[in-house]
């Protein structure tokens, strides 16, 4: 989460936390004026106004920095129209713009840091994030030209003139001191003469965030809503439709003492985990109805509880004189998010005591341990011989030890299976038919669909359990990518050698979801650099089993830590910014990037009417025969393919005759399949 107002601790945020939780309300300001009422206004006037807004003693920090903000802003302002928003809320972000000057033709977010020297890269990127946020989220804003502002108090540099602004409108942040702000506002408004904005209407527009599931995360921990974080454009499907049948289900199973097993399903990005995370947030803090997350995704798991971590460390230290520890919040987080394997453990400590959980969530639970692989590690780490149950049904019997009532919530995703071992979603149904007959099934309707892999077993399960279709468990849209929900469709199409489908879908999405192709690595990394504003995120993913790439400088041997990969900024050289080390399958699964380097491996081999697949063993490509094997190829590149937000570069070698494990037979193919569908080369 981005920190923000001048370096110091920032006034607590109270009130956009209870506005956040109504899904109908717009961005909040702690101060909103027609700019001749602003500049009539002394400033006390303004500063009480402001403090109005929080729940705590306004810090004398703080005051004297929005003293130093309204003179600035008064003396800059003189004589022109339009209205100013202080403190204007940025709920996907977690923070508050200081300034935004909304004029009929131009939208100006004013970052100001007080007593500051210079223009830093990080405060940049911070006043480029909300200018970004604005143009992509905030209905109001979608056709205004917008000119990000930081004004450092203490600095003498300043732009001189107005840089080009990218095709969507957004301006790279102009570097401004109190001296030079009107110069820099004259300069934007000259250029732009065409009225594009509503002044009296933007602040009531609404606001439709995307947030990534990092953002998300930390959203609903602080007590936000799904409803606050979540688009509301009639082409989403409504996130909290989901969420609030899934907490209705919990409460029936409650009060009637009922034993539930929900399955909600989704494509690729649709909010699945969000859903999620949004159900054990709110029942969090309930002795009655306590609920925990779970996934199986030990890096999703890591990076979540992170984030979260480092997230409220900030946020209670904004609120508390002394600064919390560490340690001490990371616990806590601990509780509201556990690996699966840690759970299943504790149920094998006792065999006859129930969960202290009475509603518990698994993610992406299609991965969940089939009896062959549960029995295997169970005689090789438990020293349990003979176990014979697969993990879903070991964590069935575990949850059915409650007497009274219990929920099992499965989150359910298609084609991502990509380890062996992985029993997919029949392995839950069949759990439920052999030995849980008295359980309550709920499933999503699109459960039946191939790629879940359930037809049969659900077959089978009718008659022999309560089971009930409800089509509100289904997320039929991504919401991964704000610029193009068709990502998956178009790499599925890909990836199912469907040339023509995946070429008529590119083309309604390219303009907004860019894609390219290269043979060369470094126009891919360049290419990448040149697309991302602000504090973007980007990095190099590639196959887990993608052995030739080294020659390339990516060893996929190589350890990545997801923390370090996703959460550290630009300055670490662990971070995915540098580019220098690839995440593969197993470490971005469930997480995103806002721009992808794909690279492609001679694993997955395009051969004129489908694939051939390929492990490297010892110094040589072998063929994969098993069915099982290919598959969990296929999904890995489907996994890879999804992962960015904005859009991405596929890296196809051209390969060198003088390595015979790298012929240029090998990826050549590849390569021209990918620009016959029409993706554009550089």
């Known amino acids: 989460m981005l920190s923000n107002h001048n370096g110091i601790s920032d006034f607590p945020m109270t ?6 939780s109504d899904r109908r309300a717009t961005p909040s300001a702690y101060y909103s004026a027609e700019v001749a009422d602003f500049l009539a206004a002394s400033p006390d006037s303004i500063l009480g106004s402001m403090a109005s807004h929080g729940q705590f003693a306004l810090e004398i920090k703080q005051r004297n920095a929005w003293e130093v903000q309204i003179e600035i802003l008064q003396r800059s302002l003189a004589g022109l129209s339009g209205r100013i928003h202080l403190e204007f809320d940025v709920p996907r972000i977690g923070s508050r713009i200081d300034a935004v000057l909304v004029t009929p033709t131009v939208l100006f977010p004013i970052e100001f840091k007080v007593g500051e020297g210079s223009h830093q890269r990080s405060h940049l990127n911070q006043a480029w994030d909300y200018g970004l946020d604005l143009k992509n989220f905030h209905k109001a804003s979608h056709a205004a030209p917008i000119v990000p502002i930081l004004v450092a108090t203490e600095s003498k540099d300043t732009d001189d003139a107005l840089p080009e ?5 957004v301006h790279p942040p102009v570097r401004a001191n109190p001296d030079s702000l009107r110069k820099i506002l004259e300069l934007a408004l000259s250029k732009y003469a065409q009225p594009t904005v509503e002044v009296d209407a933007w602040s009531s527009a609404p606001y439709q965030p995307t947030p990534t599931i990092i953002e998300a995360a930390q959203s609903l921990y602080s007590r936000h809503s799904v409803d606050a974080i979540a688009r509301h454009d009639a082409g989403a499907r409504n996130l909290s439709i989901t969420s609030a049948r899934v907490e209705e289900l919990i409460d029936q199973a409650a009060r009637e003492k009922q034993k539930l097993i929900i399955f909600v399903t989704g494509v690729p990005g649709a909010g699945k985990t969000l859903v999620g995370l ?14 925990v997350f779970l996934s199986g995704n030990g890096p ?19 609120q508390q004189a002394k600064k919390p520890r560490k340690g001490v ?3 806590k987080v601990k509780a509201f998010i556990q690996n699966v394997h840690h759970f299943r453990d504790d149920g094998l400590r006792d065999l006859e005591a129930p969960p202290a959980d009475r509603v518990v969530i698994f993610d992406e639970a299609q991965r969940a341990w089939d009896q062959a692989m549960t029995a295997d590690f169970m005689a090789r780490k438990k020293k349990r011989p003979g176990f014979t149950q697969s993990e879903p049904e070991f964590l069935i019997s575990y949850m059915d030890r409650h007497p009274d009532w219990s929920v099992i919530i499965c989150l359910v995703g298609g084609g991502q299976e990509i380890n062996r071992g992985e029993a997919g979603i029949s392995a839950w149904l069949e759990a439920v038919r052999k030995g849980f007959p008295d359980w309550h099934v709920y499933v999503s309707p699109d459960l039946t669909d191939s790629e879940y892999a359930a037809g049969h077993a659900l077959e089978h399960l009718q008659g022999a359990a309560h089971i009930q279709t409800d089509s ?37 999405m390219q303009s907004r979801y860019p894609i390219v192709v290269t043979r060369d690595l470094t126009a891919a990394k360049e290419w990448i650099r040149a697309q991302a504003r602000g504090s973007e995120r ?19 041997r190589v350890d990545v830590n997801p923390i370090h990969w996703f959460l550290n900024d630009a300055t670490d050289t662990r971070s995915s910014f540098y580019m220098e080390d690839a995440a593969t399958e197993f470490q971005v699964q469930g997480l995103e990037l806002d721009w992808a380097c794909v690279t492609w491996d001679a694993d997955l081999r395009h051969v004129g009417d489908g694939w051939n697949y390929h492990s490297f063993r010892g110094s040589r490509w072998q063929n994969v025969h098993k069915l099982e094997a290919r598959q969990y190829l296929l999904n890995a590149y489907r996994v890879l393919l999804t992962r960015a937000r904005q859009g991405m570069a596929i890296f196809v070698p051209e390969g060198d005759e ?9 990826y050549d193919k590849t390569y021209s399949y990918l620009r016959a569908v029409g993706l554009a080369s550089i």
């Open 278 to 291: 949004n159900v054990a947030t709110q029942k969090r803090d309930s002795s009655s109805t306590h609920a």
């Open 538 to 556: 980007f990095g190099v993913v590639a196959s887990s089993s993608a052995q030739r790439l080294k020659p390339h400088a990516i060893d996929v």
């Open 329 to 331: 919040v990371k616990q």
């Open 165 to 169: 602004s990218h095709p969507d409108g």
């Open 15 to 20: 009130k956009s936390l209870s506005v956040a």
């Open 658 to 666: 003088r390595d015979p494990t790298r012929s240029a037979a090998y």
């Open 472 to 508: 509100s468990l289904h997320l039929s849209v991504s919401m991964r990518s704000f610029r193009a929900e068709n990502v998956s469709k178009f790499v599925k199409a890909v990836l199912d050698c469907e040339q023509g489908e995946a070429s008529r879908i590119l083309q309604e």
């Open 300 to 318: 999703l798991v890591e990076v979540l509880r992170e984030a979260l971590t480092r997230d409220e460390v900030e946020r209670l230290a904004q």
